[in-house]
């Protein structure tokens, strides 16, 4: 089976500088998908960003983006220009067509 | 807006009752459906991958017998906790597969009384 790993289960930043959460998993596929999801308070799973396990290109959407290392199995995350509403809990997601797993999680707290 | 819809938001039932949850897919067609268990400050633990038209594949150590997950159609799959007791409180929420990304329902908070 699938693993996710995320080994930081809590991080803090000030406002507006930059953090990078980290990730890790163990597959013996080739083709699978990685995301990273934001959870605040209110449980809402909010979808962060996603990468293409065939695509060598790391995936950015604005203030986010991953650092992909396929042979290394890691998917990390850097958030810049910190903002105080990033603040919730961050999982990392591994997924196959019929399974899908989730890291531990994060606590990301930002500092005003 | 939403493109996954899960119902109710909360619900409180007596112990040795059953409790049905819905999600359901507003936007597309939805062949795979997951469902998580999610504890306080805890990840999300896969309960059971649903599938439409078959039978559910459960997780290891989770009771097909005690939750029973329905997939009937590509645009709904239930989940009922039969015979619930108050170790069974907890946070539930399902997700919907698309071939490029999953969308999460709002969750359901069950408490068992």
């Known amino acids: 089976a699938q693993t996710v790993t995320q080994s930081q289960p809590e991080m803090s930043v000030q406002e507006a500088e930059t953090v990078t959460l980290s990730c890790t998993y163990d597959t013996s596929e080739s083709n699978y998908y990685l995301f990273w999801y934001k959870q605040p308070p209110s449980r809402q799973m909010i979808l962060v960003i996603r990468q293409e396990a065939y695509k060598q290109q790391n995936a950015t959407e604005n203030r986010f983006s991953v650092n992909f290392q396929k042979a290394a199995k890691s998917f990390s995350l850097k958030i810049s220009d910190s903002q105080l509403g990033d603040t919730a809990m961050y999982f990392c997601?591994?997924?196959?067509?019929?399974?899908?797993?989730f890291g531990a999680g994060t606590r990301l707290t930002v500092k005003p | 807006g939403a493109v996954v819809s899960q119902h109710p938001s909360w619900v409180i039932c007596k112990s040795g009752t059953s409790v049905k949850i819905e999600c359901r897919s507003l936007?597309?067609?939805?062949?795979?459906m997951f469902w998580y268990r999610q504890f306080p400050k805890q990840s999300l633990m896969l309960m059971a991958t649903?599938?439409?038209?078959?039978?559910?594949?459960?997780e290891q150590g989770v009771e097909k017998d005690k939750f029973l997950i329905n997939h009937a159609s590509l645009t709904l799959s239930t989940l009922t906790v039969t015979s619930a007791h108050p170790e069974d409180s907890s946070f539930y929420i399902c997700s919907a597969s698309r071939p490029d990304t999953i969308y999460f329902g709002e969750g359901s908070w069950l408490t068992v009384v």
């Open positions: 997601a591994f997924r196959l067509t019929n399974d899908m797993r």
């Open positions: 936007d597309f067609q939805a062949t795979t």
């Open positions: 649903s599938n439409e038209g078959s039978k559910a594949t459960y």
